[in-house]
C-alpha cells in the first residue's frame, strides 16, 4: 500500500527555520495534488499548504502566508514545506497528504492518503 513518509521536523527557536520532506514509497505521486496538514495538542487537524501536481499553483493558510513555501521536485518524488520565521504557534505534528486529483484543497477530507506526521517543536 501506497505510504507517505514526512522527515525534517525537530526542536527550532522562535525565528528559526526547518525545512520538512515528503517522501512516498509504494506508488509515485507525481500528478497528484499535495497538501501539509498540521495537528497542535488538543486542536483539529488544520490546512497549512497545497501544491497542485503540475506544481505551478500553491495554497496557503493564512497564518502561514509570507513564512511557508510549499514546493516539490517530481523527478525525485518529494514534496517540500520550507518554513520561515517560525512561531511557538506553529507547533504541532505536521503530516503530508497525497489526494487522488491534480488539483489542490485544504479540506483535510479530500485527501487519500496521509503520511504519519513529524513533529516540529518550536520554542520561545
Known amino acids: 500500500q501506497a505510504q507517505l513518509v514526512e522527515s525534517g521536523g525537530g526542536l527550532v527557536q522562535a525565528g528559526g527555520s526547518l525545512r520538512l520532506s515528503c517522501a512516498p514509497s509504494g506508488r509515485t505521486f507525481g500528478g497528484n495534488a499535495m497538501g501539509w496538514f498540521r495537528q497542535a495538542p488538543g486542536k483539529e487537524r488544520e490546512f497549512v499548504a497545497a501544491?497542485?501536481?503540475?506544481?505551478?499553483?500553491?495554497l496557503y493558510a493564512d497564518s502561514v502566508k509570507g513564512r511557508f513555501t510549499i514546493s516539490r521536485d517530481n523527478a525525485k518524488n518529494t514534496v517540500y514545506l520550507q518554513m520561515n520565521s517560525l512561531k511557538p504557534e506553529d507547533t504541532g505534528v505536521y503530516y503530508c497528504?497525497?489526494?487522488?486529483?491534480?488539483?489542490?484543497?485544504?479540506?483535510?477530507?479530500?485527501?487519500?492518503?496521509w503520511g504519519q506526521g513529524t513533529h516540529v517543536t518550536v520554542s520561545s
Open positions: 501544491i497542485t501536481g503540475g506544481g505551478f499553483s500553491t
Open positions: 497528504a497525497a489526494r487522488g486529483s491534480r488539483a489542490y484543497s485544504d479540506s483535510p477530507g479530500r485527501y487519500d492518503y
